[in-house]
């Protein structure tokens, strides 16, 4: 083992963060298998203090791949509801079937079997398989390509072919045979609370010893990154029909962007007038309509761009007949039902609207 390896593994020891999906550092029992994939999904893009009340909340409703399996998709994406990236709460629905089907309701423990199932990718494969079976593979996330760039001053670019083949060879050097659940682990908490992405904590860094790019004060010029491009700016109106104490909700595809959700009848408006609502609405869902009064404005920054949307109170133009020709699965949804339909953080903050 490496003194690198030794001296993380005895840093995790003792400062390991308490997660519930985790067992304690050193433990022998594995930690549940379905816990840990769970989290992993969770995990991507999304910090650990806003999982941990969704992962609860899901083992609850959730609390084995056999019930996962054979819950509804709506209710799946109603616990998945405000943390984003909705094809992963529909990729490990399709992942639980297919481990009852292929699997025999067993989540597979080598890394090549579990990159067959949906969501998973070489990351999370190795993640998986080196803390729930202890196998001894390597990860790589943003947290670990942050501390092996430092360490070890890898000054190709991280995103790059050669540069992301550096450093996972890097962490599969250093990887010390029998360990590898608690050294990923305790690379990951080391990223996330101790070598940050600005200002790292050097002084109580238990690593810091070998860190070259703390030597040449280069910590804030590793890893190599691409300079971020600018964010676009959307402009979109949502069309809120009201009748009869009732609200039309549409259900977006199931691929793409918020797949799969509730939404008020919206596009993409030139400007924040009934006419261009009226227009917007006119080609995407082939319904009239005639448009009241104006609700308000929401925002919201999405990864690829940032969005206004302005909501607009409207009733329909023609019979119930009319909405035959919309091409989105649609229902009449009373008020006090909104919050049994999963929405993106948009459309909900326009139930809050009506709401009050
Ligand atoms: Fe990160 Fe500083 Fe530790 Fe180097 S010494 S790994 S830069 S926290």
Partial sequence: MSDFST???????EHARRLPWRQPPGRQEQPDPYRVWVSEIMLQQTRVETVIPYFERWLELFPSVDALAQAAEQSVLSAWEGLGYYSRARNLQRAARMVVDEFGGEIPQEPDELRRLPGVGRYTAAAIASIAFNR????????????????????????SPTGEQALWELAQAHLPAGWAGDYNQALMDLGATVCLPHNPLCLVCPVSEFCQARRLGIQEQRPVL?????????FKAAAVVVQGGRVLLCRRPSKGLLGGLWEFPAGEAEADTPEALSAAIATGYHLELKTLVHLGELKHAYTHFKLTESAWRCELVGDAGVLAACPFPIEWVRLEDLEHYPMGKVDRAITKLLRD
Avoid: C, M, Q
Wanted: glycine share 2%; no cysteine; net charge positive.
């Fill in 7 to 13: 001296r993380i593994l005895d840093w995790y020891a």
């Fill in 136 to 159: 001894n593979v390597a990860t790589l996330d943003g947290n670990l390509r942050r501390v092996f760039a430092r360490v070890f001053d890898v000054s190709l670019p991280a995103e």
């Fill in 226 to 234: 691409k300079p971020k491009s600018a964010v676009p700016h959307k």
